[in-house]
T-cell receptor, first 113, second 110 residues
Framework: SQTIHQWPATLVQPVGSPLSLECTVEGTSNPNLYWYRQAAGRGLQLLFYSVGIGQISSEVPQNLSASRPQDRQFILSSKKLLLSDSGFYLC????????????FGSGTRLTVV | GENVEQHPSTLSVQEGDSAVIKCTYSDSASNYFPWYKQELGKRPQLIIDIRSNVGEKKDQRIAVTLNKTAKHFSLHITETQPEDSAVYFCAAKGYSTLTFGKGTMLLVSP
């Protein structure tokens, strides 16, 4: 069966520090991968999605970037965090273009101080 | 692109009552409509979905209806229980990615 791993679960980082969040999927090949952010009490904001290795689509211009160095690995990065980057970051995957829904990882709660 | 509106933002019911959450979408090409439940501090989880060739789907106490002409779909929960308390998100899938509504916080009081 397919599983999705996301780490770390929680992270407290100072303003201006770098960020690297990692997500891996097991049990499937060539998944579509997604990064979402959820501010406290708010909805799900799509940040990036990828349909293949090295293919990244950005939905929201900001100081975050994403990379997909391997088929089942998706990384969210920042060179310098802002206070507004705080939130709950969720990785998700889907078969093909998502006609069977998305499966979310357990999330990373990031607090920028 | 797709735009999904979800109402209400908060819904309080007594245990045993029914709850209805409504969503509208803008892209007539959207053909897949999932619903997710997110408990506090946890990941959203798919609870039910419906495709554009179906008008209604049921799974025990939950059901979803779709009106393609009006471009709206709804989640119905019957005989609500305290463990149904969570945030519920609707979503619509058009050509590309899923677009989510802003969520409905459902509170079920014992």
């Amino acid at each position: 069966s397919q599983t999705i791993h996301q780490w770390p679960a929680t992270l407290v980082q100072p303003v201006g520090s770098p960020l690297s969040l990692e997500c891996t999927v097991e049990g499937t090949s060539n998944p579509n991968l997604y990064w979402y952010r959820q501010a406290a009490g708010r909805g799900l904001q799509l940040l990036f999605y990828s349909v293949g290795i090295g293919q990244i689509s950005s939905e929201v211009p900001q100081n975050l970037s994403a990379s997909r160095p391997q088929d089942r690995q998706f990384i969210l990065s920042s060179k310098k965090l802002l206070l507004s980057d705080s939130g709950f970051y969720l990785c998700a995957w889907s078969v093909g273009n998502g006609l069977y829904g998305y499966t979310f990882g357990s999330g990373t709660r990031l607090t920028v101080v | 692109g797709e735009n999904v509106e979800q109402h209400p933002s908060t819904l309080s019911v007594q245990e045993g009552d029914s709850a209805v959450i409504k969503c509208t979408y803008s892209d007539s090409a959207s053909n897949y409509f999932p619903w997710y439940k997110q408990e506090l501090g946890k990941r959203p989880q798919l609870i039910i979905d419906i495709r554009s060739n179906v008008g209604e789907k049921k799974d025990q106490r939950i059901a979803v209806t779709l009106n393609k002409t009006a471009k709206h779909f709804s989640l119905h929960i019957t005989e609500t229980q305290p463990e149904d308390s969570a945030v519920y998100f609707c979503a619509a899938k058009g050509y590309s990615t899923l677009t989510f509504g802003k969520g409905t916080m459902l509170l079920v009081s014992p």
